[in-house]
C-alpha cells in the first residue's frame, strides 16, 4: 500500500501540470484577443489618419470638403473605433471635438495651434495605443504634422 508521502509526490506534479496548463491556455486565449483587437486598432486608427491627410490635402490644394460629409466620415469612424480604442484614445477624440463644438457656436474661430495640438495628441495616443514610440515628436505630438505644414515652425508655438 502507498503511503502519503508517496501519494502527495505523485499528485502534486501532477496538480501542477493540470494548473499550469490552464493558465498558459488563459494567457493564449487573452494574447489572441490582443492581437485581433490591435489588428482592428491599426485599421481603424489607419482609417482616421487617412481621413486627416485627406483633409490636409484637400486644404492645401484648395478644395474644400464639405463639413458635413467630414463629419459624417468622423461619426462613421467614431461608431467603428469606440470598441477597440484605449480610453486615452477615446478621451482625446472627445477632448478635440469638444473643442470644436465650443468654437464652432463662436463664430466658428478657431485657434489652429490649439486645434492641431488637441488632434495631434489623438494620433500621439493612437501610436502610444499600437506599441509605437513617441519620442521626439513633441509634448502633444504635434511634429506628426511638420512634413504636411509648410509653416510649421510658424504655426507652432
Do not use: C, W
Request: charged share 30%; no cysteine.
Amino acid at each position: 500500500m502507498l503511503d502519503i508521502k508517496t501519494l502527495v509526490a505523485i499528485a502534486l506534479p501532477i496538480l501542477g501540470a493540470f494548473i499550469g496548463y490552464f493558465i498558459k491556455s488563459s494567457i493564449d486565449k487573452k494574447q489572441a484577443l490582443l492581437s485581433e483587437v490591435s489588428k482592428e486598432r491599426r485599421e481603424h486608427y489607419q482609417k482616421f489618419i487617412d481621413l486627416m491627410i485627406e483633409l490636409f490635402s484637400n486644404t492645401k490644394s484648395g478644395k474644400k470638403t464639405p463639413d458635413t460629409e467630414l463629419v459624417l466620415k468622423l461619426y462613421t469612424f467614431y461608431k467603428k473605433y469606440i470598441l477597440y480604442a484605449s480610453p486615452k484614445v477615446i478621451n482625446s477624440f472627445s477632448d478635440y471635438f469638444q473643442y470644436l463644438y465650443k468654437h464652432s457656436e463662436n463664430n466658428g474661430v478657431v485657434d489652429s495651434n490649439v486645434q492641431l495640438r488637441k488632434l495631434t495628441r489623438v494620433m500621439k495616443a493612437m501610436r502610444t495605443d499600437l506599441g509605437l514610440s513617441n519620442k521626439n515628436l513633441g509634448k502633444d505630438g504635434e511634429k506628426i504634422f511638420r512634413a504636411l505644414i509648410k509653416d510649421f515652425d510658424d504655426v507652432i508655438k
